[in-house]
Every structure is written in C-alpha cells, then in structure tokens.
C-alpha cells in the first residue's frame, strides 16, 4: 500500500519556524515528484511547493519564496519542508502528495497524505 505521512506540524508563534516532514512507505520516492500543498478553512487548496524527482529543481507559491524551503532525501525516502517566517496566513493544513514524474508538472497527484496541522498565533 503507497502511504505518505506528514509530520511536524504544531503551533507557533508568528516569526517562528517549523520544519514538516513526508515519509514514504510502500513506495520509493526516487521516481516521484513531491508538492507541499495547504487548505485553510474555508478556503481552497493551493500549492506551496514542488521537488523534482531528483531534487534538482524546485519551485514555490509567490507567497511563501524567501520562506520556506523544500529538500528530499531519497536515501531517507523522505521530503521535507522547511518553513521560516511564518505569518497567521500561513495557518492551515498541509499535504505532501507524490505524483510519479521527473519534474513537477502540474499534474494531479496520485498519492496524498493525510495532512498535519500547522496554526501561526500568538
């Protein structure tokens, strides 16, 4: 069974940082690009991030460049999303989704995990 499992999510102050990670199972993520996406509440999702398969090229929304930065470790099978600056707006839940292509393409992903919460208060 293909499973991708977010972590790190939590609360935090606005300015602060957290690191969320996505862990593979079932699956080799080396064949795959990952997004980051977020749904806050009421509202729709959107992508935050994307990584190529080999980690090569990697994009982002307009409102997270500067902030937050994606890696992978394919040794680890793992994605991370490293999240600094963080603002109230960015208060929502954040999916990693694996879509099996070299590049990010835009494309539906085939693979979704179940989210982790990230909330920016004071």
């Known amino acids: 069974q293909l499973q991708l499992v977010e972590s790190g999510g939590g609360l935090v102050q606005p300015g602060g940082s957290l690191r969320l990670s996505c862990a593979a199972s079932g699956f080799t993520l080396d064949y795959y690009a990952i997004g980051w996406f977020r749904q806050a509440p009421g509202k729709e999702r959107e992508g935050v991030s994307c990584?190529?398969?080999?980690?090569?090229?990697?994009n982002y929304a307009d409102s997270v460049k500067g902030r937050f930065t994606i890696s992978r470790d394919n040794a680890k099978n793992t994605v991370s999303l490293q999240m600094n600056s963080l603002k109230p707006e960015d208060t929502a839940v954040y999916y990693c989704?694996?879509?099996?292509?070299?590049?990010?393409?835009?494309?539906?992903?085939?693979?979704w995990g179940q989210g982790t919460l990230v909330t920016v208060s004071s």
């Open positions: 989704a694996a879509d099996k292509y070299y590049y990010c393409s835009g494309r539906e992903p085939q693979v």
């Open positions: 990584i190529s398969s080999s980690g090569g090229r990697t």
